[in-house]
């Protein structure tokens, strides 16, 4: 009976390390214009159960993403220092383990040609040093709504151990703690008001 038992513990043991290292047919959708940011993972070579981790709360889905269409706020967030080598640093992770589909695209319609140019530019810095191959899949245009559209789609075979070290790194990086606390705070608008005039007595 105990031989028996322990026979049910390590085949038990060895299919949760199957679930947890062997590799997954995933599919990686991020689309702020629909409020979309999930993983879809078929486990165990694409035979298995399918998961489905979210980044956004299902119930968000379809419309777009409000603090991504607030030109202000997602500017200001936008801005902050290191977080295209952060986003881009994730994505080349991905991109290493050989997608079978992969695409970045970034809209940008921030309402401040100076904010849109230092945007693409720190973007384009970090992907003059990325293989060609990568940089083909990255695009940066203008996009139609005010503020900013964000789309990736990644299509590979990945252990979910893999995905969820690239996800946590990136999750933990400061620049990424810092562009979530200004996503999450309201910019003031810009006072309209003419300067008061100050006089010598």
């Not at 409020?35 to 419309?63: C, F, N, Y």
């Not at 801005?79 to 997608?99: C, H, S």
């Amino acid at each position: 009976m105990l031989v028996w038992g322990a026979v049910a513990v390590g085949v038990i043991v060895v299919l949760l390390l199957a679930l947890r290292f062997a590799p997954a047919r995933t599919n990686i959708i991020v689309d702020t214009a629909a409020s979309t940011a999930r993983a879809d993972m078929t486990l165990l070579w694409g035979l298995g159960p399918t998961l489905v981790t979210r980044a956004l709360p299902k119930g968000e889905a379809g419309g777009p993403l409000a603090m991504f269409n607030d030109p202000q706020r997602i500017g200001n967030a936008l801005m902050t220092p290191g977080i295209a080598d952060a986003a881009i640093g994730a994505y080349q992770r991905l991109y290493q383990l050989k997608p079978q589909r992969s695409r970045f695209e970034l809209g940008l319609n921030l309402g401040d040609s100076a904010q849109n140019l230092v945007v693409q530019t720190s973007v384009e810095a970090v992907l003059a040093s990325a293989p060609q191959a990568l940089r083909q899949t990255v695009t940066i245009q203008k996009c139609g709504a005010p503020g900013a559209e964000l789309a990736v789609r990644v299509e590979l075979s990945a252990a979910p151990a893999t995905l969820d070290r690239i996800y946590s790194d990136f999750r933990r990086s400061r620049a990424v703690r810092e562009f979530r606390r200004r996503l999450k705070q309201r910019v003031k608008p810009k006072s309209s008001k003419a300067p008061r005039e100050v006089r010598a007595s």
